[in-house]
């Protein structure tokens, strides 16, 4: 029987997020593997999003992948479908509340782009989403990952953006509950991550049994497309049902 993975992306991204990862885990596993993206609904509440992209997977015991916002989802999907997943892996996210400086800055980027419009991702964002070294140690890599980013908003579109930014603003914290359910949940994250306060989930996975923590190195926000092999090696790993631990990452 086929192991199942669902990919949720983040704001304004979509399959080609995950591409790099999936030709790489496609090299290294020889198990029956079943890729599937899953897209964020473009209307409804937060509730609605993630009760229709829950009823969308029939899978039993799948394992549950989600970027950013994504991570968020796939963190309230879990708490809808809990045994029913095998894993959960929560990337560049802590499933939590916005502090309110973020809530204010979000709610003044909507109220910018309806006044004014929307011409695609600044480059200056594009860099802050990425490890500010990345154009040093990966040249080549930088191009091809900015390259994606720009693609990805442009596909979408402003009315995708506006709405993903809307929704998210106002959302609970899911840490308490998934410390309480009884499902193997793993987050990593970059280690110049600056959407991301590591410690905050360190302090969360502290005491349970469930929850891990871990960092990678020489990633910033956009780790699918940054740390591809490292995001491969770890759903290898949950694949075969061995604990991988990477080189070039540090578990905490």
Same mark, same amino acid.
């Given at each position: 029987?086929?192991?199942?993975?669902?990919? @949720? *992306?983040?704001?304004?991204? &979509?399959?080609? %997020?995950?591409?790099?990862?999936? !030709?790489?885990?496609?090299?290294?596993?020889? =198990?029956?593997?079943?890729?599937?993206?899953?897209?964020?609904?473009?209307?409804?509440?937060?509730?609605?999003?993630?009760?229709?992209?829950?009823?969308?997977?029939?899978?039993?015991?799948?394992?549950?992948?989600?970027?950013s916002l994504g991570g968020y989802l796939a963190s309230a999907i879990a708490?809808?479908?809990?045994?029913?997943?095998?894993?959960?892996?929560?990337?560049?996210?802590?499933?939590?509340?916005?502090?309110?400086?973020?809530?204010?800055?979000?709610?003044?980027t909507l109220a910018w782009i309806k006044q004014r419009g929307y011409a695609? @991702? *600044?480059?200056?964002?594009? &860099?802050?989403? %990425?490890?500010?070294?990345?154009? !040093?140690?990966?040249?080549?890599?930088?191009? =091809?990952?900015?390259?994606?980013?720009?693609?990805?908003?442009?596909?979408?579109?402003?009315?995708?953006?506006?709405?993903?930014?809307?929704?998210?603003?106002?959302?609970?914290?899911?840490?308490?509950?998934?410390?309480?359910?009884?499902?193997?949940?793993?987050?990593?994250?970059?280690?110049?991550?600056?959407?991301?306060?590591?410690?905050?989930?360190?302090?969360?996975?502290?005491?349970?049994?469930?929850?891990?923590?871990i960092n990678v190195a020489n990633t910033g926000h956009m780790l699918p497309?940054?740390?591809?092999?490292?995001?491969?090696?770890?759903?290898?790993?949950?694949?075969?049902?061995?604990?991988?631990?990477?080189?070039?990452?540090?578990?905490?």
């Amino acid at each position: 029987m086929a192991k199942t993975l669902y990919f @949720i *992306p983040g704001t304004m991204c &979509d399959q080609n %997020l995950w591409l790099p990862t999936w !030709q790489l885990l496609t090299q290294q596993c020889h =198990e029956d593997v079943q890729f599937i993206p899953l897209v964020i609904p473009t209307s409804g509440s937060m509730d609605d999003i993630v009760r229709a992209m829950a009823n969308n997977m029939v899978a039993e015991q799948a394992i549950l992948v989600g970027f950013s916002l994504g991570g968020y989802l796939a963190s309230a999907i879990a708490l809808r479908l809990g045994d029913r997943l095998k894993q959960l892996l929560v990337l560049s996210n802590c499933p939590k509340n916005l502090p309110s400086a973020e809530i204010k800055q979000r709610q003044r980027t909507l109220a910018w782009i309806k006044q004014r419009g929307y011409a695609g @991702i *600044p480059k200056k964002r594009v &860099d802050d989403l %990425l490890h500010p070294d990345i154009q !040093q140690f990966n040249s080549n890599g930088y191009q =091809e990952i900015k390259q994606t980013i720009i693609a990805m908003d442009q596909t979408l579109g402003v009315k995708v953006l506006l709405q993903q930014l809307a929704v998210s603003v106002q959302r609970p914290n899911l840490l308490p509950a998934l410390a309480k359910l009884n499902l193997p949940i793993s987050f990593m994250v970059g280690d110049a991550d600056n959407l991301v306060v590591s410690a905050e989930l360190k302090k969360a996975c502290a005491g349970t049994d469930n929850m891990k923590l871990i960092n990678v190195a020489n990633t910033g926000h956009m780790l699918p497309l940054e740390a591809p092999q490292a995001l491969a090696s770890v759903l290898h790993g949950l694949i075969t049902d061995s604990d991988i631990l990477l080189n070039n990452s540090a578990q905490e």
